[in-house]
């Protein structure tokens, strides 16, 4: 099981520019989840996928955040335009049912 | 709202000396509750994990935890810690049947060798 996969690792782009991010889940888990890490904010839940299907964004903080999941073994973390204060480290994580999540290594963006 | 309060920020100890880490959560009913570590530069990990059953969890790398449902509280205990684990750790919550928990602030860890 090659685990949740998050690319790129490392992304650094002038402001203003459009941002993705991608992520593949774990195969046969059903939930897939985008977090945001900031040292002042910590571990902040985006959004998450249930079956494919877009559950909750409540915490996708502006219209310049969108998530998509095309399929079951491939989401997205688009921002357009990008900005300064989206600098953080982006996680991915999935689960099947009830459990623990399983993150990715995750992304690590800096706008500048 | 549902919430999960990590009390210590930062602890800092020396090799081979016990460690506990605070955890309390404000959840009334079933609750599954969770220990996350995050490595310098790496992504986040389970440890443990609790759902029902004995309170007294144990996790990888010789960590425990034990849940208090009097207390609110799964507190993450190693008797004796190594400078491997300087780390991030996060507590998580879930109310019963739910799949997003809520996580703690963090403490961090530093081990001194």
């Known amino acids: 099981d090659a685990g949740v996969i998050q690319s790129p690792r490392h992304e650094v782009t002038e402001m203003g520019q459009e941002v993705t991010l991608r992520c593949k889940p774990i195969?046969?888990?059903?939930?897939l989840f985008w977090y945001r890490q900031t040292m002042m904010r910590g571990l902040e839940l985006l959004i998450y996928?249930?079956?494919?299907?877009?559950?909750?964004d409540s915490g996708m903080p502006e219209d310049r955040f969108s998530a998509k999941m095309p399929n079951a073994s491939f989401s997205t973390l688009k921002i357009q335009p990008s900005e300064p204060r989206d600098s953080a480290v982006y996680f991915c994580?999935?689960?099947?049912?009830?459990?623990?999540?399983?993150f990715g290594s995750g992304t690590r963006l800096t706008v500048v | 709202a549902q919430s999960v309060s990590q009390h210590n920020h930062h602890v800092i100890l020396s090799e081979a000396a016990s460690l506990e880490l605070g955890c309390n959560y404000s959840?009334?009913?079933?609750?599954?509750l969770f220990w996350y570590v995050q490595y310098p530069g790496q992504h986040l990990q389970l440890l443990l994990k609790?759902?029902?059953?004995?309170?007294l969890v144990k996790g990888i790398k010789g960590f425990e935890a034990e849940f208090i449902k009097s207390k609110f509280s799964f507190n993450l205990r190693k008797p004796s810690v190594q400078w491997s684990d300087t780390a991030e750790y996060f507590c998580?919550?879930?109310?019963?049947?739910?799949?997003?928990?809520?996580f703690g602030r963090g403490t961090s860890l530093i081990v001194h060798p």
């Open positions: 998580a919550a879930a109310s019963g049947g739910s799949y997003i928990p809520t």
């Open positions: 996928f249930n079956n494919n299907v877009p559950i909750d």
């Open positions: 994580a999935s689960v099947r049912g009830v459990g623990g999540y399983t």
């Open positions: 609790y759902f029902s059953g004995d309170p």
């Open positions: 959840y009334g009913g079933t609750v599954n």
């Open positions: 195969s046969g888990h059903d939930y």
